[in-house]
């Protein structure tokens, strides 16, 4: 319960400052708990950022092409968690939309 509301402080405190800009810390936060995430719909135009990243190959979906643009996203979040990154990317990375 404790962890559940830190989370949620933390997603409220990165989503007043994000605005609309694309916000690859806000999406990490986001999706490092996807499932609470999308109950409280705060995440949501973070989340959708991550996902409208993707790559085509000869007009086909390229999963390897847009996990390595995923990851190149997240990157840029130099304050993030590398193994919540690895995570997310393993999960989420080469996929269209859960």
Known sequence: ????????????????FSAMAKDPCGTELCLSN???AMQGGMCKQHIDDFFS?????????SPSKTLKARKDYLDKCESGNSSDKASILAKYGSIIKP
């Not at 319960?1 to 007043?16: D, N």
């Not at 990243?53 to 979906?61: G, L, P, T, V």
């Open 1 to 16: 319960m404790m962890k559940s509301r830190i989370f949620a402080g933390l997603v409220v405190a990165t989503l007043s």
């Open 34 to 36: 996807y499932q609470m």
């Open 53 to 61: 990243i993707i790559k085509y190959k000869k007009d086909k979906f």
